[in-house]
């Protein structure tokens, strides 16, 4: 999958908040089911987390003429809220792959989306394209301080997919998320939105891109986020009108 060159400003801006180990990650045991709230009496011992394939997940679990919407880079306290409006006016449950001091930021936004009954997503912690090129500490890193800070900010809701940066996925990376519970997710179809290119642009790329597979690629954060929400008020109803089904990635 192509990898998204100069979105690596989360790098930039807050690589430097890191630092939980692995150990502690690994800690956050909830049950990762979009909407499920942790066990409430402390005396419970918290499942255990169960393994996924460390295959790149692409297809949909709603069938063969099915889209799965994913929204990346958030959660935003402006643009997050109207994207969960358009789905919540449109019926549709999405996969918010989150990058974890924003969330750690944004609890209530993280809350939100569980509320909703959309499902979380693992985008690493500094948003770096370039992980692959890094040591097999730095990925483990990455992901688990992120996965525990996302986990911490919904309230005990665990991600159920782990999505690099720019697809930049390694055999090491994968092979963890999924030890972890979280299915490594790629996308099908770019929307470019992260490019602002207008609505009517975001649009056509969608629908030109479909042919390549359900899951497609958007952003609810990284800048304005304008063009996104519009471009969305205008997929959805027409993916509908189409015949599709909305589901979530296989796990």
């Known amino acids: 999958m192509a990898r998204h060159a100069g979105r690596g400003w989360y790098g930039r801006v807050i690589g430097a908040a890191v630092g939980v180990t692995a150990v502690t990650a690994a800690a956050s045991v909830w049950t990762a089911q979009a909407g499920q709230t942790p066990s409430a009496p402390a005396h419970r011992t918290a ?5 996924v394939s460390p295959v790149i997940a692409h297809s949909s679990d709603a069938g063969a003429h099915a889209v799965n919407i994913t929204i990346d ?26 990058v974890g001091p924003q969330a750690q930021a944004h609890p209530d936004m993280v809350k939100q989306v569980v509320a909703a009954g959309h499902r979380l997503c693992d985008h690493t912690v500094s948003h770096d394209t370039g992980m692959d090129h890094k040591s097999e500490s730095y990925q483990s890193q990455q992901i688990l301080d992120a996965e525990k800070q996302i986990t911490e900010a919904s309230g005990g809701v665990r991600p159920m997919y782990y999505r690099a940066p720019g697809g930049a996925f390694t055999p090491y990376s994968r092979t963890l998320a999924a030890s972890h519970g979280m299915r490594p997710l790629g996308w099908n179809a770019d929307s470019k939105d992260f490019e602002r290119p207008g609505t009517d642009a975001i649009v056509a790329t969608v629908k030109s891109e479909l042919a390549n597979g359900p899951t497609l690629l958007f952003h609810d954060a990284g800048g304005d986020r304008s063009q996104t929400v519009a471009a969305l008020r205008i997929l959805l109803p027409w993916l509908k009108q189409q015949g599709y089904a909305f589901g979530f990635p296989v796990r």
């Open 47 to 51: 499942p255990k987390t169960v393994a």
């Open 73 to 98: 880079d958030g959660p935003d306290p402006t643009w997050t809220p109207q994207v969960l409006q358009v789905l919540r006016e449109n019926g549709v449950k999405a996969t918010f792959c989150m």
